[in-house]
């Protein structure tokens, strides 16, 4: 998302949308409490008057722009995944959820760590959905036979959690955390394949090494 971009009026719910769409890199950028309606106003060259129209309030706006950014990063999920292998489209689960995560500046983390209703927005509206997706795609792969079938799925989606929340904690630069982030990943997932599985993603692993 491209931050100072001139926002033209339109009408009604498509005018909200944008504003909301676009203050997300606001609040990325800077943070929650960095992020004033003043800031929004001056970036998107449009009154306050316009923006209050839509948002009663900075909470309001917020929240707006998260949920339209977890609904843009399900939707790309759930297309990327279709017509995937279980094992492949688990890793693009990974992968994508890695860059809605990795998105924010570290002041937005800190903000959002404090803030209960962000911490409520997103178990309610993206971890319970995106724990559903991983879920569903495990049973399948132990249907398969891809997959040890004593795993535990919860316990699975309790660590690459644990992966997913830290993951930008150490002082890398953006390439190498996604891909250390990745390489965690595929370790685990290998932890609770069967042969036939880690054979999979051997070969799943081999084919990303070529395309890059």
Known sequence: MRLGNKI????????????????AGFFARYGIKGTTMELVSEELHISKRTIYEYFPDKTALLTESIRICIDNNLKEIRMKIVGSGCLQALMSTAD???????MPHPAFRR?????REVRELLDTEYRKPLSGIVVGLLTQAKIEGLVVAGTDTAK????AEGLL????EEPLDRRNMHEAFL???RICLTGICTENGRTKLETINNQEKQER
């Open 156 to 159: 699975v989606m309790e660590l």
């Open 111 to 115: 903000d959002a760590a404090k803030s």
């Open 96 to 102: 994508l959820a890695y860059k809605l995560f990795a």
């Open 8 to 23: 033209s009026s339109g009408v009604g719910n498509n005018t909200k949308h944008r504003i909301a769409e676009m203050s």
């Open 165 to 168: 929340l830290s993951s930008g």
């Open 183 to 185: 390489y965690a990943v």
